[in-house]
């Protein structure tokens, strides 16, 4: 399984809205709701008053949960609404799910999951208590009893993007890349904001050796989550790719100090390990001198050379910037941001420009850089096609959701309507048909019976 866990959320049932923080399935991590809605439970045509009674306390229960536990996820009194919750209409899954939260937050795996699969016997559309139940079932469970869980989820709620992830990351594991990336791609369609659906993605393509789609699902998922260490090592992959070896030495490096035991990173990295300079001590250095106040145009540069080193590629374009804002006819500042630019910023208009400085300041520079001009113009290119293919493929999902929302509606309306005068008369017609029919069956069926006699 991917490496990231996704953390626990904890949710507003009625709206199902919520929000995430990272964890380990071994820590004890934070969460945070967010802001309660006004509840405006009103009573159905088809609901007793007792029955909307027991509605109504069960979510005014709940809310006064979700506020308790916004102060404090420990907190008992949250805990105790959300059991009133439960107790008072076991029907209501969220009052469950957040029980299964405040569980795995102390800690108390077993609780944690009972509720989950409790939340999901009322609602099997939770899809945050798929994703939390699968980590934790992952934690005790074989990967065929894994499996069969999202299997059974998704069966159970037809539109789960976590169910979707979790087979995904499963097929990953076990070398269906094909299957894994094509659940992954389903998953967005349903959940656009599902970080480990672009970590399958990203590195599905890298491995792929597809540079422009991994880079692109990285980026997208790195929106959304800037810290995430898959997403990171699918860039390491795709500069390794490139030959930018420092770069995504670098990055591997990140990776794996934040996480020692990243399989992948391990071996990407013992296969570049050089006897090169370590940029992260150069950097700490240069960077005290720096901040020292000292107008040193040449040092401006080196700091950014290290930092390119680190993977801190927007620092280093300051630090470049930095340096020619010194001296605006520092060749080597420019030529190295122009670098920086078109191969990690992959910003194709910045990088003509410092190329094109560059060749004015140096004799010999046109034809140093009409190759890199050139680069930057095919990557111009190549980035307004994948636009453009973006923006066909968000057209096409809008008006295949525009087509299903309007089907739906003209069911809702004709299921309210009834029959039409033509379906009644038709109905009509077939009915007089069949009596037709029966009559002249039993018409002759008498004329068989007198014959017979």
């Known amino acids: 399984m991917l490496k990231n866990i996704y953390a626990i959320t904890l949710m507003i049932g009625l709206l199902g809205s919520g929000c995430a923080s990272k964890q380990k399935t071994d820590s004890k991590s934070s969460a945070k709701?967010?802001?309660?809605?006004?509840?405006?439970?009103?009573?159905?045509?088809?609901?007793?008053?007792?029955?909307?009674?027991?509605?109504?306390?069960?979510?005014?229960?709940?809310?006064?949960?979700?506020?308790?536990?916004?102060?404090?996820i420990k907190s008992n009194k949250a805990t105790s609404l959300f059991k009133k919750a439960v107790k008072t209409d076991p029907s209501f899954g969220?009052?469950?799910?957040?029980?299964?939260?405040?569980?795995?937050?102390?800690?108390?795996?077993?609780?944690?999951?009972?509720?989950?699969?409790?939340?999901?016997?009322?609602?099997?559309?939770i899809d945050p208590a798929i994703r939390n139940l699968g980590l934790l079932l992952g934690?005790?469970?074989?990967?065929?009893?894994?499996?069969?869980?999202?299997?059974?989820?998704?069966?159970?709620?037809?539109?789960?993007?976590?169910?979707?992830v979790g087979?995904?990351?499963?097929?990953?594991?076990?070398?269906?890349?094909?299957?894994?990336?094509?659940?992954?791609?389903?998953?967005?369609?349903?959940?656009?904001?599902?970080?480990?659906?672009y970590e399958v993605l990203a590195v599905g393509y890298a491995d792929a050796k597809k540079n422009s789609l991994a880079r692109l699902y990285a980026l997208r998922g790195q929106q959304l989550d800037v810290n995430n260490i898959e997403l990171d090592y699918a860039l390491a992959k795709v500069l390794l790719l490139?030959?930018?070896?420092?770069?995504?030495?670098?990055?591997?490096?990140?990776?794996?100090?934040?996480?020692?035991?990243?399989?992948?990173?391990?071996?990407?990295?013992?296969?570049?390990v050089t006897k090169r300079k370590d940029w992260a001590g150069v950097a700490a250095q240069l960077k005290e001198i720096s901040e020292l106040g000292v107008r040193d145009a040449a040092l401006f540069n080196n700091l950014g050379v290290a930092l390119k080193g680190q993977g801190r590629f927007g620092d280093a374009q300051k630090a470049y910037e930095k340096a020619l804002s010194i001296d605006a006819g520092f060749e080597e500042a420019q030529w190295n941001l122009g670098l920086l630019a078109l191969q990690q910023l992959k910003d194709a208009d910045k990088a003509k420009t410092a190329f094109n400085a560059y060749a004015r300041l140096n004799p010999k520079g046109y034809r140093a850089v009409s190759p890199w001009v050139k680069k930057a113009d095919d990557l111009k290119?190549?980035?307004?096609?994948?636009?453009?293919?973006?923006?066909?493929?968000?057209?096409?999902?809008?008006r295949m959701e525009a087509e299903a929302q309007k089907e739906a509606a003209e069911a809702k309306r004709r299921a309210a309507e009834g029959p039409s005068p033509e379906e009644i008369a038709a109905e009509k017609q077939r009915q007089a048909e069949e009596e037709a029919r029966i009559a002249a069956a039993k018409k002759k069926a008498a004329a068989k019976a007198r014959a017979r006699r």
Do not use: C
């Open 33 to 72: 709701a967010e802001e309660v809605p006004a509840l405006n439970v009103e009573r159905r045509a088809d609901e007793s008053e007792d029955e909307f009674r027991v509605r109504k306390e069960s979510r005014e229960a709940f809310r006064a949960g979700v506020i308790e536990v916004k102060k404090n």
């Open 381 to 398: 290119k190549s980035q307004m096609e994948e636009e453009r293919m973006l923006r066909e493929m968000e057209a096409e999902e809008k």
């Open 167 to 197: 087979l995904a990351e499963l097929a990953r594991n076990n070398d269906n890349q094909k299957k894994s990336m094509e659940l992954a791609r389903e998953a967005l369609k349903y959940n656009a904001k599902l970080v480990p659906a």
């Open 242 to 272: 490139e030959n930018d070896v420092s770069a995504g030495r670098a990055l591997l490096k990140r990776i794996l100090s934040k996480e020692p035991n990243h399989e992948g990173a391990r071996k990407a990295f013992l296969a570049i």
């Open 94 to 125: 969220w009052p469950a799910y957040n029980l299964g939260v405040q569980a795995q937050h102390a800690g108390q795996t077993t609780v944690a999951i009972q509720y989950y699969q409790a939340a999901l016997k009322a609602d099997p559309k």
């Open 139 to 164: 934690q005790t469970s074989s990967e065929t009893e894994l499996a069969r869980f999202y299997r059974s989820a998704l069966s159970n709620a037809p539109e789960s993007a976590w169910a979707r």
